[in-house]
């Protein structure tokens, strides 16, 4: 196909396309790209007439990708990136004008603990722009960032797609909570005979904590595993159970309640939560606004009563 031959290919199409193999599912990709199912439908349509493939085939009660379909996205996807970048870095940005929509991805701590101040400066800086907030952990951050669903994520992060930009934005101190009345900290054993209740996204009921007990020979008793922060606040209050959190989850939940924090009676190894971005979005201006915003916000030191 020359130059020529491309004034007849849809851009849009290429876009349905891509988020079809993400999705695999046509009530998702119309709610994604705001759109109805029968024009999903009928894209897929044109799309299989474009590529002379099925692209897409019926599994059980899901679809799946052709080979063929694969293929197309593996080449097709650095193309998508380049005119993405392309077209981002043509244009200026000026955030008290500004009527962008920014897709972030959060982890539930950083979402509890970090966002709102960051939130408040941005509707500040910029009061026209639209901030769509994403859940995202690990786990979740890699097909996020892959797919396009977001262009910036703030979580712990291991392994993220290749044309990915990472940068720490802090270390993760963690801090006890406790919502009972008894005076001093506590010991080791206290830490370890307590209740504990554990924030885990995945429902697991172990996590770094556990294994850095057991570096001491030690262990806790987990009884609670719920999947955000903000109940811990209601939960603890006045009873024995008590949860060991990020320190900036921790501020967010003592203040103004009767819940107070205190360091942890062993040594616990810090992780690190990064800021992780899509390579097509690196000189995009508003995009760079966004991460300054969020390195500048998501970075400081912390007051943390106790």
């Known amino acids: 196909m020359n130059r020529n031959d491309l004034r007849r290919v849809d851009m849009n199409l290429l876009v349905i396309f891509e988020a079809l193999m993400f999705e695999k599912n046509l009530t998702r990709v119309a709610e994604k790209l705001f759109m109805g199912q029968p024009a999903v439908s009928a894209a897929l349509g044109r799309l299989r007439d474009l590529f002379d493939d099925p692209l897409l085939l019926r599994n059980g009660r899901g679809m799946e990708p052709t080979g063929r379909a694969l293929a197309i996205l593996k080449e097709l996807q650095p193309a998508m990136d380049v005119i993405s970048g392309a077209v981002s870095r043509a244009k200026e940005f000026d955030p008290a004008t500004s009527r962008d929509v920014f897709r972030i991805g959060l982890s539930d701590d950083a979402e509890f603990g970090l966002f709102p101040p960051l939130l408040r400066q941005l509707q500040e800086e910029a009061p026209g722009i639209v901030v769509v907030v994403r859940r995202a952990n690990y786990l979740l951050m890699p097909a996020l960032l892959a797919s396009g669903e977001i262009s910036v994520g703030v979580s712990y992060t291991t392994e993220l797609p290749a044309n990915a930009k990472c940068k720490t934005l802090r270390d993760i101190p ?96 810090a992780a690190q939560l990064s800021m992780a971005w899509s390579g097509v979005h690196d000189n995009d201006p508003a995009e760079k606004w966004l991460r300054s915003r969020i390195g500048q916000f998501m970075s400081e030191p912390l007051n943390i009563p106790t």
Not at 181 to 198: F, N, S
């Open 174 to 269: 963690c801090k006890v909570l406790r919502g009972d009345k008894r005076p001093g900290p506590l010991t080791l054993d206290q830490y370890c005979e307590r209740p504990h209740a554990m924030v885990s996204f995945s429902g697991d009921l172990s996590g770094n904590i556990d294994l850095d007990l057991a570096k001491i020979g030690r262990c806790r008793r987990v009884v609670l595993g719920v999947p955000q922060f903000s109940g811990l606040r209601a939960l603890l209050a006045g009873t024995e159970m008590i949860a060991t959190v990020p320190d900036y989850a921790a501020c967010a939940l003592v203040e103004g309640c009767a819940l107070r924090a205190e360091d942890p009676p062993f040594p616990i190894e």
